[in-house]
């Protein structure tokens, strides 16, 4: 049974263009939801609006606690291309802590379930991105369960998206797909808000719901505590060092 969670791995702040809260407001509501942390993702460049590429690298300026919630440097990169290629490069990419890729139709449009494959197959693979965004999209139909195996061959995750139940229209079913293809390979999530207000920070109750009632483990849910969190942040290779965990071997 899953009882809730204590890092909300994916937010935004009014830097990504089309959002309505500063850092510090989200900060407050993730205290006050009591969360422990929370992974700044603010969009790419690409989304109309978006910030600049920098900003993943200028969070090095902030605090890592901020109203006493450790604040994750991310981004969340935009795929531009069926190639998979990001707007945000490897030079700033390899500044943040915790990086999602995802597809959106504002950013390009979407293909065939299999271009749209491989655009995903090829972000997932590159050096420091963690995890997919909101896969369960219904406008941007992919090959789920090859995402999935491909998200266990490189020790990444994959996104259970409570804002998804809200605004992607029809994607419950996709979600469920999604859920339980993780829970046959044993490919762990993070459940995240994708706030783009205040009040959404850590408000992830549909989703929660929804995997309580599919009896996910809560064991596969990195993000049920802060300590499972980190311990992924930790394990990471240094940037360039990816390979290494290909080869499963502790990076040099
Ligand atoms: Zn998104
Ligand atoms: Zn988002």
């Not at 205290?31 to 600049?52: F, K, Y």
């Not at 999209?137 to 998200?151: F, T, Y």
């Not at 266990?152 to 998206?161: D, S, T, V, Y």
Request: proline content about 6%; hydrophobic content about 40%.
């Amino acid at each position: 049974m899953i009882s809730g969670i204590k890092v909300d791995t994916h937010t935004h702040t009014v830097l990504s263009g089309h959002a309505w809260s500063t850092l510090q407001e989200n900060a407050v509501a993730a205290r006050e939801r009591g969360l422990a942390g929370l992974c700044l993702t603010e969009h790419g460049p690409r989304i109309p609006g978006g910030g600049a590429d920098i900003i993943p690298a200028a969070q090095n300026m902030l605090p890592k606690v901020i109203g006493g919630i450790r604040v994750f440097r991310g981004t969340e990169a935009n795929i531009v291309d069926f190639y998979g290629t990001l707007d945000i490069g490897a030079k700033f990419l390899s500044r943040t802590e915790f990086a999602i890729a995802s597809l959106h139709d504002v950013v390009m449009r979407p293909g065939e379930p299999t271009q749209n494959t491989d655009a995903l197959m090829a972000a997932l693979n590159t050096d420091r991105i963690d995890m997919l965004g909101h896969l369960d999209d219904p406008k941007i139909p992919s090959d789920h369960e090859a995402l999935v195996l491909e998200a266990r061959r490189l020790g990444k995750l994959i996104e259970i998206n409570n804002n998804s139940l809200s605004v992607r229209r029809n994607s419950e079913g996709n979600v469920i797909k999604l859920a339980r293809l993780c829970m046959k390979h044993q490919v762990p999530v993070c459940i995240s808000s994708d706030a783009h207000f205040s009040t959404m920070v850590g408000a992830v109750e549909n989703a929660v719901n929804l995997l309580n009632r599919l009896e996910f483990p809560e064991e596969l849910v990195l993000n049920r505590g802060i300590e499972p969190f980190e311990a992924y942040i930790v394990r990471k290779p240094p940037p360039g060092k990816f390979s290494a965990r290909l080869d499963g071997k502790e990076p040099a």
